[in-house]
């Protein structure tokens, strides 16, 4: 395996090459620093390393039915959004790694996501995975989309926007500097804008963490009164398909997150390689720092299950072969173990990249 240093190069090298070269080097060198600040965000700027060392650290996973898997999950992987009847919506909010892998993946990284982001509370691995599965199994047996209107109203009041991150979201938007965006990006921004002939603005856009380094781009328009925002970002084939030599570079991303089990944002839509979304201050990812993750309860971690579930079967529903290999395993054992040692894993990556260089 190579070392870490030595992957991040190797990674790089191949995402500038899918790009033709158009890589944000000021983003990029941003992400390095956040690879630096803590295992969990270590694991959110390093997708392609876990790619590489998964199947080498848990091989006893690789024979688990495979789905079309959302790859780079972990907490901050889920936000709301506005479905087309305008309710609001919670769930995986990124499929730009999205691949057909074992289903057991997501669950390893969601768990071991949640063993890196609290390590002070003392969230034991054991809890999280039985909370994980839980809502998984639940989901298994009636698949969903989360509605945050009437059924799961304790979530919409974790994560509802305050008057504050509402204003934030604007200031944030109106500190942008004005730049024009090139064709490959224009053009399907001004087509998702919600009426023709809406005059816009373009700027870059510097946000997230494991797609730091490809170009994102905003526009944003005076329509009827108020000011809409649509984003379109870079996507490259997922890095499962990288390092796995799979012959199908198709983007899957688009097609999972428009499965038969999710009421999708209607403005998301992805153009050959760039993907399209609307930005509003509901339209947002939750953050380590919201209130909602602030306390992991295992409420929310049967959530993120559920959600999960109706993900891997929104599109080819392996329920009977995954309920099987369900059965077939040890309780939450396996999947808390697992998560144990991905953690450790990664932790180890951590210190390696903070290290002096060689």
């Not at 649509?230 to 398909?241: D, G, H, I, N, Y």
């Given at each position: ?229 649509r984003e379109a970002k870079a996507v490259v084939p997922s890095s499962w398909v990288r390092t796995h030599d799979i012959a ?111």
């Amino acid at each position: 395996m190579l070392s870490i240093r030595r992957s991040t190069k190797s990674y790089e090298d191949w995402l500038s090459a899918q790009l033709d070269g158009d890589i944000v080097a000021k983003d990029l060198r941003r992400k390095h620093d956040k690879m630096r600040e803590s295992p969990f965000a270590f694991l959110r700027a390093t997708y392609w390393r876990w790619a590489e060392t998964v199947l080498e650290v848990c091989p006893h996973l690789k024979g688990a039915p495979s789905v079309l898997a959302v790859g780079d999950i972990h907490l901050e992987n889920f936000g709301t959004w506005r479905d087309v009847e305008g309710r609001l919506i919670w769930g995986v909010n990124d499929f730009d790694e999205a691949a057909v892998m074992p289903y057991a993946l997501d669950l390893v990284r969601l768990a071991a996501s949640a063993v890196l982001a609290q390590p002070k509370q003392g969230t034991v691995a054991g809890t999280i995975a039985g909370a994980l599965l839980t809502g998984y199994r639940q989901a298994l047996a009636a698949p969903s989309p989360i509605v945050l209107d009437r059924k799961a109203r304790w979530l919409q009041r974790l994560v509802v926007v305050s008057d504050d991150r509402r204003k934030d979201f604007w200031k944030k938007i109106d500190e942008e500097k004005e730049e024009d965006a090139p064709a490959r990006y224009l053009d399907p921004l001004i087509a998702a804008m919600p009426q023709k002939g809406v005059e816009v603005w373009t700027a870059r856009r510097t946000s997230g963490t494991g797609s730091l380094g490809r170009p994102r781009w905003i526009a944003v328009g005076d329509w009827k009164g108020g000011e809409v925002v649509r984003e379109a970002k870079a996507v490259v084939p997922s890095s499962w398909v990288r390092t796995h030599d799979i012959a199908s570079k198709k983007i899957r991303c688009g097609e999972i997150a428009n499965g038969l089990y999710r009421a999708a944002d209607p403005w998301f839509a992805v153009h050959g390689n760039v993907v399209i979304r609307r930005l509003s201050p509901n339209n947002r990812k939750i953050e380590a720092d919201d209130p909602a993750l602030q306390s992991l309860s295992p409420k929310l971690l049967q959530a993120m299950g559920r959600e999960l579930a109706a993900v891997h079967v929104g599109v080819v529903d392996e329920r009977r072969a995954i309920l099987g290999d369900l059965d077939e395993r040890d309780g939450a054992q396996w999947l808390a173990q697992a998560a144990k040692e991905m953690a450790s894993a990664i932790r180890s990556d951590f210190k390696a990249y903070r290290g002096p260089a060689r």
